[in-house]
């Protein structure tokens, strides 16, 4: 059995509009136990939202076109993503480094003063 969970887009096994899995509900005493599936999908700019028998419905099988498709043409490729990796990942080695290795990027940081404040009243101590 597939397990089916929050966000998952899933589609009715006698076919329809491909939905989201909004919630799934269980039952109170086992948690294993799926009561219902919450789905929500779009009619124009009407929001549907209907509960189903989970065995009425099943995930949607992405096709590798339609995400091609789905993504915009000036998408980086997979070559340059690995080179945006390895400089992030030179990036956060160069942050990491060991104090004495890491060079003080300004040394003189003035301070603010501390301004003086009025005692409060419970502070003040009378002599008598």
């Known amino acids: 059995m597939t397990v089916i969970k929050s966000g998952d887009l899933v589609v009715l096994k006698s076919g329809g509009p491909t939905m989201t899995v909004d919630t799934v509900n269980t039952d109170i005493f086992d948690d294993n136990k799926?009561?219902?599936?919450?789905?929500?999908?779009?009619?124009g700019t009407k929001l549907e939202r209907v509960r189903f028998d989970h065995g009425a419905i099943e995930p949607v099988q992405v096709q590798s076109?339609?995400?091609?498709?789905?993504?915009?043409?000036?998408?980086?490729?997979?070559?340059?993503?690995?080179?945006?990796?390895?400089?992030?990942?030179e990036m956060a080695d160069a942050m990491?480094?060991?104090?004495?290795?890491?060079?003080?990027?300004?040394?003189?940081?003035?301070?603010?003063?501390?301004?003086?404040?009025?005692?409060?009243?419970?502070?003040?101590?009378?002599?008598?």
């Open 65 to 89: 076109a339609q995400l091609e498709k789905a993504l915009p043409k000036d998408a980086p490729s997979q070559e340059a993503s690995v080179d945006y990796k390895a400089v992030l990942d």
């Open 34 to 43: 799926i009561t219902g599936v919450l789905c929500v999908w779009f009619v």
């Open 96 to 128: 990491n480094l060991p104090a004495e290795e890491a060079k003080p990027v300004c040394s003189a940081v003035p301070r603010k003063s501390k301004r003086a404040r009025a005692p409060k009243q419970s502070e003040i101590v009378r002599h008598n």
